[in-house]
């Protein structure tokens, strides 16, 4: 993935298409994390484990900086819209998304975590002027109800509250994400997580005292995957698309992250889908295809 350098002034007239690769591999990855964050929440407490995984995306995001000489922010104005995107994006986002996995929610906690296209699309209008089509906006909603056929069946959990206000924080983050002008998005990228997970690992220390965890290889390998992988390098390929492409043609992809889920669980665990789940994803892959051939790119003004 190449990462533009930095430039002075606003972004350019959001006129381009999202890449149907980058686009894969962040809703693959995105999918695979809720097997991951099961697996390694046997071998280490909840917010710890959050913790770990923005320490160690930040950390790689950081050195990649480092090692191309990119600029760090100057302005005071600049670090505190980082660090609010820390505490917005990481510190929360990864704290309830966390713990809805921990309380066991099932189908309709993964429908709420991703609830960022629905939830988008009126602040995305409101902000930079993005228009949705009313035919797209029908798809949209039809591929939400698609996810809550595949979901409802299988019961809400304790953790769907958790995961809407996952939801709800990764929505506010990406909206946020438009805002930072010419900061370098590896710098913002890497700051914003190390900032998020050092306030995660403070609450950690507070509400779960000293950390226990068992350095087991399948807790390391996860954390690499879910810190490496599904932490820097996606939120990295999402930010990128975020500032080149317009919202609403960037969300009906994240349609894709249950479905992606829903595989994995097939593939590990040997789930067999049953009949709510094959329709359920029939009208997600359908949604998903009419929103996005029948999107619009036209210029978006630059934020206000």
């Known amino acids: 993935m190449t990462v533009a350098p930095a430039t002075g002034g606003r972004p350019a007239a959001l006129t381009h298409r999202p890449s149907p690769l980058r686009m894969l591999l962040i809703t693959g990855a995105l999918g695979a994390c809720f097997l991951g964050v099961r697996w390694g929440l046997r071998d280490a407490p909840l917010l710890w484990f959050a913790a770990l995984r923005a320490l160690l995306g930040g950390t790689a995001l950081a050195v990649v900086a480092a090692v191309q000489r990119r600029p760090l922010p ?23 998304m966390f713990a809805g996995i921990a309380g066991l929610a099932t189908g ?10 629905l939830l988008i699309l009126l602040p995305a209008w409101w902000l930079f002027g993005e228009r949705v089509t009313a035919r797209a906006g029908i798809a949209l909603a039809v591929g939400f109800g698609g996810l809550l056929v595949v979901a409802v069946p299988g019961g809400g959990g304790q953790g769907a509250l958790l995961s809407l206000l996952a939801a709800v924080a990764v929505t506010a983050g990406t909206l946020m994400v438009r805002r930072l002008g010419d900061i370098d998005i590896v710098v913002a990228s890497a700051a914003h997580f190390l900032i998020g997970g050092v306030v ?18 399948r807790f390391v390998a996860v ?30 992809w994240m349609f894709l992250v249950p479905v992606f889920g829903l595989v994995v669980g097939i593939v590990v665990l040997g789930e067999r889908p049953d009949a709510w789940t094959v329709t359920g994803v029939a009208l997600v892959l359908v949604s998903m295809r009419v929103a996005l051939r029948h999107q619009s790119v036209a210029p978006t003004r630059a934020p206000v």
């Open 223 to 252: 954390l690499a995957f879910l810190g490496l992988v599904a932490t820097a390098a996606t939120t990295l390929a999402w930010f990128v698309e975020t500032q080149r492409s317009p919202l609403s043609s960037l969300t009906p």
């Open 74 to 96: 100057r302005s005071i104005g600049s670090w505190s819209s980082i660090g609010a995107l820390g505490l917005v994006n990481v510190s929360l986002a990864f704290a309830a």
């Open 200 to 217: 995660l690992a403070g609450a950690a220390l507070l509400m779960e005292g000293v950390p226990d965890i068992a350095w087991t290889p």
């Open 108 to 117: 309709t906690a993964a429908v709420l975590a991703n609830a960022q296209p």
